[in-house]
T-cell receptor, first 111, second 113 residues
Framework: SQQGEEDPQALSIQEGENATMNCSYKTSINNLQWYRQNSGRGLVHLILIRSNEREKHSGRLRVTLDTSKKSSSLLITASRAADTASYFCATDRGTGNQFYFGTGTSLTVIP | EADIYQTPRYLVIGTGKKITLECSQTMGHDKMYWYQQDPGMELHLIHYSYGVNSTEKGDLSSESTVSRIRTEHFPLTLESARPSHTSQYLC????????????FGQGTRLTVV
């Protein structure tokens, strides 16, 4: 990957369960963002965490960031069938702030 | 909802044809990007722009070219399409400051036969 890896590649859970996805990256970052992609569509921004933050919440989403390990996790609580999508982490680094995406996790929530 | 539009959504074209994928945004964003997304989902940055008359190549080498004559418009051109160009192309824009989030278009799925 250009920037990092996500795991697992695919995750299948029952509705109501929690889903956790992990992202690792390779270089120093300014911030890390998570995006969601429904099948065949563009990506939609979910949440941003800055490099000096360790945890952030937004509704059913919880993001953690460990810059010493160059890793982040996204937790979706009480999952719903509508959460079925692919999830990507993205980092921006350097002075140019280009966005570099991970390999993505495909989440399936079974009703 | 994001005000960034890509046309066409789907394109099937023969080898050797010249094609232009259109991308327009109405948010006044300075920064725009083109990504190529392979079937395994990974997004590869192929071009980006900081503003009018600014274009840079991304990490993934691409035979495509881009132009940025107007802030709102960032078209991508393939002079001679090949089957290896078959992919999903995603355009995005963001504000210039660090931490600005990216807004994506719906994508163009290109098939070269």
């Amino acid at each position: 990957s250009q920037q990092g890896e996500e795991d697992p590649q695919a995750l299948s859970i029952q509705e109501g369960e929690n889903a956790t996805m992990n992202c690792s990256y390779k270089t120093s970052i300014n911030n890390l963002q998570w995006y969601r992609q429904n099948s065949g569509r563009g990506l939609v921004h979910l949440i941003l965490i800055r490099s000096n933050e360790r945890e952030k919440h937004s509704g059913r989403l919880r993001v953690t960031l460990d810059t010493s390990k160059k890793s982040s996790s996204l937790l979706i609580t009480a999952s719903r069938a509508a959460d079925t999508a692919s999830y990507f982490c993205a980092t921006d680094r350097g002075t140019g702030n280009q966005f570099y995406f991970g390999t993505g996790t495909s989440l399936t929530v079974i009703p | 909802e994001a005000d960034i539009y890509q046309t066409p959504r789907y394109l099937v074209i023969g080898t050797g044809k010249k094609i232009t994928l259109e991308c327009s945004q109405t948010m006044g964003h300075d920064k725009m990007y083109w990504y190529q997304q392979d079937p395994g989902m990974e997004l590869h940055l192929i071009h980006y722009s900081y503003g009018v008359n600014s274009t840079e190549k991304g990490d993934l080498s691409s035979e495509s070219t881009v132009s940025r004559i107007r802030t709102e418009h960032f078209p991508l051109t393939l002079e001679s399409a090949r089957p290896s160009h078959t992919s999903q192309y995603l355009c995005a824009s963001s504000e210039y400051f660090t931490g600005g989030r990216a807004f994506f278009g719906q994508g163009t799925r290109l098939t070269v036969v």
